[in-house]
């Protein structure tokens, strides 16, 4: 590598002075030394749409969107106070980690929901690098939609070479023109492709400048933040290469083919070096329903950060996760069904079969998993610690869904649709019709749940839980304790 030996710090430093703005940068929240860092789930407003128009109400973490963005060093111990002073009971969870179960934020299953003026402390040490991110668990559809989400970071040990490691989380907003969040509710977001939104945002920006000098070396972590919408970026003419998916590292793999499809909740880190002459613009475009420029990178008019790109190694070391072992696999199907136009006539809603007229009408489900809508009492599947699992999914439905899977990373083992890819994924697309098998060792024990993570799907039936025995804990009867309707939040 040519050039002095410079810290990643100083790259950054550097960068801040050149271009004068570090503003679509979440703050970064560092806690002081013993105390908690502190996330307070309130109301606040953002300028969502554009400068001049009406501001936006919101939900916040510490009144922002998004949330302050967290980063710790690897074996670090995350110690977050969630405080809540919204008017109805939250929870955190921290989408992608492999926490330990009662960290993990899930009403009903791993914690008592936090009510309002009450507060939680979430500790514990991530097991892997990467890029995260947390939400709430309850009421997700309306408490995400209105903005309570961040992104947390693991760094690697020893971090690749780059001059700018940037977070950038995309949302899809659903905004009047009187600035005001659209109401929730109603069936036909449900049972269709869920709340789709009007407005995008890049870090809470309508529109967002980044700002970089020729020959730089950014990182990128995208974050689909998005209730619903499958986002596809395009990047112009750059050439970015993807180094990790769900937050787990993969062999940098050159994206060529068309934009980079993003389902809800997804992460990917791209490394893009930013050749071209000083005063270059390209735009980073959303096409999913046409072309959406969200963002456009802004070349230094003068400045030259290096004339060739830098040749680091992006390769990311990998975390360690145990390979699945397919011969002695547990299988379980898991049949996706419901929606518009799909075939699902009955299905099993706490206990009891009804119509799915009479389930949609009377408590909003439109979806099942194996026939049942909302939380089963019992789990998909219980096995002992150590054992892999195999979930067999199929999608009887008319519409794609962001199948996430919590407490442990899979790989994909077989698909209708498309390559097999060798990644971990923490969320993946199922297709319309597609059969698609995932596997991975269930070595974290607890109760976890299973979802689409659209979040409309999520509340109106498509979810269940899996359960992962410690070979050192009693056998509890657990199915007597589970809440109701864990779905929307078990309240
Ligand atoms: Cu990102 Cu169960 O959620
Ligand atoms: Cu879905």
């Keep these: 590598m040519a050039g002095p030996a410079w810290t990643r710090r100083d790259f950054l430093a550097g960068s801040a002075v050149a271009c004068g703005s570090l503003a679509l940068v979440p703050a970064v929240l560092k806690a002081a030394a013993g105390s908690p860092i502190v996330l307070d789930a309130t109301t606040a407003s953002a300028q969502l749409l554009d400068a001049g128009e009406p501001r936006t109400p919101i939900w916040g973490y510490n009144g922002l969107v998004p949330g302050p963005l967290i980063r710790v060093k690897p074996g670090e111990q995350v110690r977050v106070r969630l405080r809540n002073s919204l008017a109805e009971a939250t929870t955190i969870h921290w989408h992608g980690i492999r926490n330990r179960n009662d960290m993990d934020g899930v009403p009903g299953l791993t914690q008592e929901p936090v009510q309002p003026n009450d507060s939680f402390d979430y500790v514990f040490a991530p097991p892997d690098s990467g890029t995260y991110w947390y939400h709430p668990h309850l009421n997700s559809g309306r408490q ?57 945002t890049l870090n809470g920006n309508p529109y967002t400048r980044i700002p970089v000098r020729s020959g730089e070396r950014l990182r990128l972590r995208l974050l689909n933040a998005a209730n619903s919408r499958i986002l596809k970026l395009s990047f112009g003419e750059l050439s970015p290469r993807i180094v990790a998916v769900d937050g787990q590292p993969i062999a940098p793999k050159s994206y060529f083919d068309g934009p980079i499809t993003l389902a809800p909740a997804q992460r990917m880190d791209v490394v893009i070096d930013m050749l071209g002459a000083p005063g270059r613009e390209v735009p980073i475009g959303e096409v999913s329903r046409g072309q959406v420029e969200i963002a456009k990178f802004v070349w230094h008019k003068s400045e030259t950060a290096r004339k060739e790109p830098l040749a680091a190694p992006i390769e990311l070391p990998p975390n360690r996760l145990a390979e699945p072992r397919i011969d002695d696999a547990v299988r379980v199907p898991l049949v996706l069904a419901g929606g518009a136009m799909g075939r699902l006539s009955r299905a099993v809603f706490q206990g009891e079969e009804m119509s799915l007229r009479q389930l949609a009408r009377e408590k909003g489900m439109v979806w099942a998993l194996n026939g049942v809508a909302d939380m089963p009492s019992k789990p998909l599947v219980r096995v002992p610690q150590g ?83 410690d070979p050192k804990a009693p056998a509890a009867s657990f199915e007597e304790q589970l809440l109701r309707s864990i779905c929307r939040g078990g309240v």
Aim: negative net charge.
């Design 144 to 200: 995400l939609a209105r903005g309570l989400y961040g992104m947390l970071i693991v760094e690697e040990a020893a971090p690749i070479l780059v001059d700018q490691d940037l977070a950038l989380i995309f949302d899809d907003w659903r905004i009047r023109d009187s600035g005001e969040i659209a109401p929730f509710g109603g069936l036909h977001n449900k049972a269709h492709a869920g709340r789709l939104g009007n407005i995008l």
């Design 387 to 469: 054992r892999t699992i195999v979930v067999q999914m199929r999608n009887d439905t008319r519409w794609p869904h962001a199948m996430h899977v919590h407490g442990h990373h899979f790989r994909v083992i077989k698909r209708g649709v498309g390559a097999i890819d060798p990644y971990w994924w923490d969320t993946i697309l199922v297709q319309p019709g597609e059969a698609m098998d995932i596997a991975f060792v269930a070595d974290n024990p607890g109760r976890w749940m299973l979802h689409c993570h659209m979040m409309e799907h999520h509340e109106s039936g498509m979810c269940t839980w899996y359960e992962v025995l």
